[in-house]
């Protein structure tokens, strides 16, 4: 199994990248969230791999952390999510949105994914949702993980809560409300400054 391959970034396109190590070009399947975090071309980056096997040949799907590998693989794991579909969940979700997405019962955020249906969504949901570790994300936003397996926002206190109630309301979805309000909190905008403020600055996210 090749577990890492550190080289050069030689090549990078739409789904993929090619890094150049010991004189070969391995070309690694990536979800399109990572594109944006990757270094220039020509630098040195290290890409933790999935080598799957398959009667029609052998590929590597590559993240840059360890976690978000094993989010790949535990997706692996639920019945009917294959190597692509599990990429392209984790190419419309971050591997924290996609954990708030299980955890909050929100099929709709994942079967936004290419060839993931609402019935494969739940099953996602249902495999996954005890096998999800959300204790740093529900610190970040107030809520707690029994606040976000109730399935909707009303568990959520102060400003943040009532922000993240306003996004429901306007059709985002409970992940993307999610997300939206852990930058605005990453951001320096804290609960003093006022529900309007922060709903402001949560739809510039968007």
Same mark, same amino acid.
């Given at each position: 199994m090749i577990s890492f391959v550190?080289?050069?970034l030689s090549e990078m396109g739409e789904g993929y990248v090619v890094v150049e190590a010991g004189g070969i070009?391995?070309?690694?399947?990536?979800?399109?969230?990572?594109?944006?975090?990757?270094?220039?071309?020509?630098e040195e980056i290290k890409i933790y791999t999935h080598?799957?096997?398959?009667?029609d040949g052998?590929? @590597?799907?590559?993240?840059?952390?360890? +976690?978000? &590998?094993?989010?790949?693989r535990q997706l692996l794991g639920v019945n009917g999510v294959g190597p692509k579909g599990a990429l392209g969940? @984790?190419?419309?979700?971050?591997?924290? +949105?996609? &954990?708030?997405?299980?955890i909050s019962g929100d099929a709709k955020a994942i079967s936004r994914a290419p060839g993931i249906g609402a019935k494969t969504a739940q099953r996602v949901i249902l495999d996954l949702k005890d096998k999800v570790d959300m204790p740093d994300i529900s610190g970040a936003?107030?809520?707690s993980p029994a606040d976000m397996a109730e399935g909707d926002m009303r568990g959520a206190k102060g400003a943040y809560g009532e922000a993240m109630e306003a996004l429901v309301s306007l059709g985002y979805s409970r992940s993307e409300a999610v997300s939206a309000i852990r930058k605005v909190k990453a951001s320096g905008v804290g609960e003093e400054q006022g529900t309007e403020s922060i709903l402001k600055?949560?739809?510039r996210n968007f």
């Open positions: 550190r080289g050069i070009g391995y070309m690694i399947y990536v979800p399109a969230t990572v594109l944006p975090a990757l270094p220039g071309l020509g080598f799957s096997v398959k009667e052998q590929s @590597l799907y590559g993240f840059l952390h360890r +976690e978000d &590998r094993e989010m790949f969940i @984790l190419s419309v979700l971050r591997p924290d +949105e996609l &954990r708030v997405a299980i936003v107030g809520l600055q949560a739809l």
